[in-house]
């Protein structure tokens, strides 16, 4: 029986995120560039977006660039722009064949203005789907994400439209850039490494890790019906006792 067939399709979690780890590492493994590592790691990302919506996992939230990833090589980093402004203008017609909308986080201003321009040109082409939501991390710290929050918060007080005593839990989540999403049910990481890496730290509370031995170009959905299926067996206690 495969992992697909023994999944038990009433407890899918509803959000997964995933840290796609291990493209440079991958590709010199086989003598070859690290960007031909991100390359082959695009495959990867349409089998972890066809096989949420095969499932039917409403969101999906992979971290593509983060805030430190800046100072990496300057030609990596523009080879890594490259390919997403490739990639979206390849996979447009992958997003609407499978109801996919897509979402950003992070500071997308950060970003040459052409992978502003097409990203802002899908999220209003996809705006209407509604089987998944695939949210792309993109120049994306959760630390300065919590601090941007803080920041809101605070003016608000200052402005008097928020009283110091009526912010709880809720508050901080509401003024994330993921206030729109529900907070993660599973997080797998690639690579085997086994950190988070600055990614949602306040929305990965009580999220349960998967971290799977492979490398992210390695990575097809049926790893992620692996890591649902282990996932469904895991007991969830959010702090309680079962
Ligand atoms: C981490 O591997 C991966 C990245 C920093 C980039 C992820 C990008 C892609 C999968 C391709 C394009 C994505 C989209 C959404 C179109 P690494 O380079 O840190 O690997 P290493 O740890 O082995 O060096």
């Not at 990496?72 to 064949?97: D, H, S, W, Y």
Request: proline share 3%.
């Amino acid at each position: 029986m495969s992992f697909k067939e023994k999944i038990n399709k009433t407890k899918l979690p509803e959000h997964v995120a995933i840290i796609m780890d291990g493209n440079g590492r991958w590709a010199k493994g086989i003598g070859k560039l690290r960007i031909f590592g991100h390359q082959s790691g695009v495959g990867a990302v349409r089998e972890a977006m066809e096989g949420c919506v095969d499932l039917g996992i409403r969101y999906l939230t992979l971290y593509a660039f983060s805030s430190e990833n800046w100072s990496r090589p300057k030609l990596e980093v523009q080879a890594l722009m490259e390919l997403l402004v490739n990639t979206l203008a390849k996979e447009t017609q992958t997003f609407i064949k499978n109801g996919v909308r897509l979402n950003t986080i992070g500071n997308i201003s950060d970003l040459p203005k052409r992978c502003q321009e097409k990203l802002l040109e899908i999220i209003d082409l996809t705006k209407n789907n509604n089987t998944c939501i695939l949210t792309l991390a993109l120049s994306y710290g959760s630390r300065m994400e919590i601090v941007e929050s803080t920041k809101s918060i605070c003016a608000q007080v200052l402005a008097g439209t928020l009283n110091l005593e009526d912010i709880n839990e809720k508050t901080i989540s509401k003024n994330l850039e993921t206030n729109d999403l529900p907070d993660p049910d599973l997080m797998i990481r690639t690579s085997g490494e086994q950190r988070i890496s600055n990614f949602l730290l306040y929305q990965l509370a009580y999220t349960e890790l998967c971290f799977l031995p492979i490398m992210w170009p390695e990575f097809v959905r049926e790893h992620l019906f692996e890591a649902v299926y282990n996932y469904q067996s895991r007991e969830r206690r959010f702090g309680k006792t079962s």
